[in-house]
């Protein structure tokens, strides 16, 4: 069986489960089974990182589990000896997991940060008859281990619920200020940290204001395709090793002085064919598309001595190349998008990675000197890199001209006007 609960601030999961963990405690005691509850979280460099304090408060609150309890400064056990508790940081200890026996219930509080590779080695531990996994967290992101696993494709016999502030029938008049301030004060924030949504903007990310103010004026929400116009599928390349940086399309139509956002694709360490059998599946034709690489594009590849401009000319596509911009060409990237987001209008389905990305780029900084070093290099970076060329390419051909000429595809006829 497995029980779980996710949700923002104040919903009272932690101290609930926390209760609950030493209720069943008694209840198993008072059924004649003897084990372990063991409490984990990812990051435990000691006892103080660890549950326990919550679990204590938790005894002392209520008199008929302090009375079958024994509490000391690093144990809790029943005064019977038949239940124990434990705590284990899964960074360090992953393995030590696998060595305990008579596991009744296994608690991974704050498991969002909770790797694939953790989670395959702690379930199988817990295989007691009748023993349960509990898990609690703040949800981030929609790719980490904990919400694929437990929200995305849940296992049998699971009972995974969402608990917020308002659930919560002793949300206290502090936390109720808080949020009240953070509503009005900290809007890229407080979806995330009162309503239990997944974490949309980085501290510091080069596009939190600009995504909050497409949220609030409803530019990310349904966006449809002129049918009469081209579609650019502007890239950010990569490789096809298995380590290799990501490939990434961002499908976009300037549509006046709008840019729509009608799609985003990313893969990492497939072949041309995969990114052409997706263009394909989403009708993204030759005659319909015209593909836009960044400098690097007419470059051959390490392994074959072709390069993405050749692939996909000779799969029949129109394709530019952008000039190489030069140093700081990140940093020229971010402020171009920057400058045209107020004109940015996102199909929210089919977009929602891309934007989560847009929403994670940040810059890395020197903790120690208390420096920027430009943008970090990380799972966010290519599809935010594809985005600021669609808006360098969105920007080129303004020359201070009300006008400009947009990309013909083949077999037809006309202009746009910008």
């Known amino acids: 069986m497995y029980r779980g609960s996710y949700g923002g601030r104040g919903s009272g999961k932690t101290r609930t489960f926390a209760k609950m963990l030493a209720v069943r405690g008694r209840m198993f005691a008072e059924e004649g089974k003897s084990g372990l509850l063991v409490g984990v979280r990812e990051y435990m460099n000691s006892l103080d990182e660890s549950s326990m304090a919550e679990i204590k408060a938790a005894i002392l609150s209520e008199p008929w589990l302090e009375e079958f309890y024994e509490i000391g400064e690093k144990f809790i056990r029943s005064r019977d000896r038949l239940i124990d508790f434990d705590f284990v940081g899964l960074s360090r200890n992953l393995d030590s997991i696998k060595s305990k026996s008579r596991i009744l219930i ?6 969002e940060p909770i790797s694939e ?8 531990t817990v ?7 509990w898990v609690t967290w703040n949800p981030e992101w929609s790719k980490s281990a904990t919400h694929r696993r437990f929200r995305e494709n849940p296992p049998p016999h699971s009972k995974i619920v ?42 510091g990310a080069y596009y939190a204001k ?20 081209p579609i650019r599928l502007v890239a950010d390349i990569g490789g096809t090793g298995r380590l290799s940086d990501s490939f990434v399309f961002w499908a976009v139509q300037f549509v006046g002085r709008e840019i729509r956002w009608l799609n985003h694709y990313e893969a990492q360490g497939q072949e041309i064919g995969h990114h052409l059998n997706w263009m394909r599946a989403n009708k993204y034709t030759p005659e319909r598309a015209q593909i836009i690489l960044p400098h690097d594009g007419s470059k051959p590849g390490d ?30 990237r971010v402020e171009a998008l920057r400058r045209v ?23 890395k900084i ?30 080129a051909p303004r020359k201070g001209e009300e006008e400009r000429e947009f990309y013909v595809p083949r077999g037809t006829q006309g202009w746009m006007g910008a």
């Open 366 to 395: 020197d903790d120690k000197r208390a420096i920027g070093l430009g943008p970090d290099h990380d799972w966010a970076s290519h599809s935010a890199d594809a985005a600021g060329l669609v808006a360098v390419v969105y920007e």
């Open 162 to 203: 969402q608990l917020n502030w308002r659930d919560n029938p002793w949300f206290p008049k502090e936390l109720q200020i808080k949020r009240e301030h953070a509503f009005k004060t900290d809007p890229d924030n407080y979806e995330h940290i009162w309503e239990g949504a997944f974490k949309t903007v980085q501290t």
């Open 341 to 363: 987001f107020p004109m940015c209008w996102f199909n929210e389905d089919t977009t929602k990675p891309g934007i989560e990305a847009l929403g994670w780029y940040h810059e």
């Open 106 to 111: 296994l608690w991974a509080d704050e498991a």
């Open 117 to 124: 590779n953790a989670w395959e080695k702690v379930d199988p």
């Open 303 to 332: 392994v074959y001595n072709i390069s993405y401009k050749s692939a996909f000319e000779s799969a029949g596509y129109d394709v530019e190349v952008v000039e190489n911009q030069g140093p700081g060409a990140a940093m020229l």
């Open 127 to 133: 295989r007691e008859e009748g023993s349960e996994i």
């Open 210 to 229: 600009q995504i909050t103010a497409a949220k609030a004026e409803g530019r990310i929400s349904r966006v449809a395709a002129d049918p009469l116009l």
